[in-house]
């Protein structure tokens, strides 16, 4: 039995593909929905769901010389657009327009992890309750040029996949630099507001939306769902604020790490969500340094869950420091301090849980100490250096192989330097830190250790060619339209039966481009001995897919499903085919 409306599109991944929805509503008393027999499985388990998004490349979505930026404005915020909406010419809109963004579609491919793509499901237009109503303007979007924007993870249980968007209109501006509609911040110079969206996606294709007020000001990037043992939470990071210092309230609880309850109603049923509800909290004053904007040392990024254990990173903004985070659950000292690091490094306890409820924040003094009690890490072995002092710490996705072995991929310093004598991006090939990160940990030493960076076959700082995208240099930026590689984002790893892990990772990009975030990436593999602690030879990145014109490859994680161990080597049998802002 097909799902109503439902379907995925087996076409090429660079053309149009188009799929309508159901909401996942099993198990939830009382719901009315559209259920699919057992049989109906649209994603396969053991191969790969790949996030990319796809903009419509229509000129009419901004006039030069006449749109003014961002929408609504309000002088002196108010400028005016230098480019039309044509690919990849607007995104140079980003050049005058600090939060110019364009809402897009967002599709999820899937493929084998030899790369052999099987097919693509739309995220469209959300069911309302009320099926004889006539859909409005709003749905799942993503932001195009935002380079952190939908992660994919896989819940506790394996069951769904879960990643973040907004609801909002296709083709709309600046929404990623907006509000949510209960936290509105007066001196944010984008006037606009939209719901952030939690999306979760079952081996059927079936989703279903919860909405959240966190985030306002900037963007929520990867969610996980928690549904192990009893559980029904998400966790999620991302960025808020946009606006001037001191930030509202509800900026400095939106920001970070939050954790929600998944809603069962459709989207235009849900009463509005409420405030923010944090669950992590760290701040530079646990280091013994002084205190910087508050909420901003919380950008976080990347996420991950391991052995009962929430994992962040955060690798951009100049607050804060750009590292490997955990959220402890053991408590505090009697002081008040976290008892996994006291000093703000540590490990975390051997009884850790992960967490079910937010934080019982000190309202009185979000404004002076942001939420507190702090309850945050930096892993013990990782840099405590202040962002606004490293050029070398852009941490991004994180993928614990094992107890011991932990892949970081590292996104680069985005630093445009090029030489037209070599034809490269000097600064980006010359990082040695950027890539993939191998850590391991040491019990004498009793923390991580840097083992080795794998960065062959990157190809870091050297320019690519793209079907259809602009050749020469882009006169904005007096610098070559072509992308090259800068390091890794997103990324997803399996260990196979032969002592080796295989990792997938999303590459970032430097580029002439106005925004880099709107370059067509790559998706990359590696297979790495897992028990080296040097480089071994021979291991070299290969590229399973590069976007097309006007499409970005943004997360990457196993179908809904998928059980890693028996799934290990699965696609052995299928051969070897060469077939990736704010």
């Known amino acids: 039995m097909k799902v109503a409306g439902s379907r995925l599109s087996a076409r090429l991944p660079a053309f149009r593909t188009g799929m309508a929805i159901t909401f996942f509503l099993s198990g939830v008393v009382g719901a009315t929905g559209v259920l699919a027999d057992d049989d109906d499985s649209n994603f396969r388990p053991g191969n790969l769901l790949v996030s990319r998004s796809v903009y419509d490349n229509n000129p009419g979505n901004v006039v030069a010389g006449t749109t003014l930026l961002p929408p609504n404005c309000v002088a002196p915020n108010c400028v005016t657009a230098t480019d039309s909406g044509a690919y990849p010419f607007v995104f140079n809109n980003d050049i005058v327009d600090g939060s110019f963004g364009i809402t897009s579609k967002i599709l999820l491919d899937q493929i084998e992890p030899s790369g052999k793509f099987i097919n693509s499901l739309e995220v469209e237009l959300p069911h309302t309750s009320d099926r004889r109503e006539q859909p409005t303007g709003n749905r799942i979007v993503t932001s195009f040029p935002s380079k952190s924007e939908i992660a994919l993870n896989l819940s506790t249980d394996g069951r769904v996949v879960t990643f973040m968007g907004y609801l909002a209109p296709l083709n709309a501006l600046d929404v990623s630099n907006s509000n949510t509609p209960a936290v509105l911040d007066p001196t944010n110079p984008v006037p606009a507001s939209f719901y952030r969206v939690v999306a979760e996606v079952d081996a059927h294709g079936r989703f279903r939306f919860t909405k959240t007020n966190a985030y306002s000001g900037n963007n929520g990037r990867a969610a996980i769902l928690n549904n192990k043992d009893g559980a029904n939470v998400v966790y999620m990071s991302g960025n808020a604020g946009n606006g001037a210092n001191p930030q509202p309230n509800g900026i400095i609880i939106g920001a970070g790490a939050q954790i929600l309850t998944p809603a069962h109603a459709p989207l235009d049923a849900q ?109 013990k072995g990782f840099t405590t250096t202040l962002a606004k002092t490293t050029t070398t710490s852009f941490p991004f996705g994180v993928w614990f192989a094992n107890a011991t072995t932990l892949y970081v991929a590292d996104e680069g310093n985005g630093t445009t330097t090029f030489d037209p004598a070599s034809g490269k991006f000097t600064a980006a090939a010359a990082q040695t830190t950027a890539g993939l990160q191998k850590w391991v940990f040491d019990s004498g030493l009793g923390a991580w250790k840097l083992a080795y960076v794998l960065e062959a076959g990157l190809n870091l700082g050297i320019p690519y060619t793209v079907a259809h995208y602009p050749t020469g240099q882009n006169p904005k930026t007096s610098l070559p339209w072509a992308p090259a590689a800068d390091g890794l984002r997103n990324l997803t790893g399996r260990v196979n039966r032969d002592g080796t892990a295989t990792i997938w ?16 990436n790559q998706l990359v593999m590696i297979t790495d001995q897992l028990a080296a602690t040097s480089v071994p030879a021979g291991e070299s990145f290969k590229v399973v897919r590069t976007a097309g014109f006007g499409e970005v490859l943004r997360g990457v994680s196993f179908t809904p499903g998928t059980d890693r161990d028996r799934f290990a080597d699965a696609d052995d049998h299928r051969g070897d085919g060469d077939h990736d802002h704010h």
């Open 271 to 379: 009463p509005d969500p409420g405030q923010p509800t944090p669950v992590g909290s760290f701040n530079l004053t646990q280091l013994g340094l002084k205190a910087d904007k508050i909420g901003k040392d919380t950008n976080f990024r990347g996420l991950t869950v391991s052995n009962n254990v929430v994992y962040l990173t955060k690798g951009s903004g100049g607050n804060g420091v750009n590292t490997v985070y955990f959220i402890d659950t053991t408590g505090f000292d009697s002081t008040g301090k976290p008892l996994a690091c006291p000093n703000g490094v540590g490990l975390p306890g051997a009884n850790a849980t992960l967490p079910t409820a937010p934080i019982v924040y000190d309202a009185t003094k979000l404004q002076t100490l942001g939420v507190t009690p702090y309850n945050m890490c930096i892993l």
């Open 505 to 520: 990772a999303i590459t970032s990009t430097v580029s002439g481009g106005g925004d880099q975030g709107a370059d067509p």
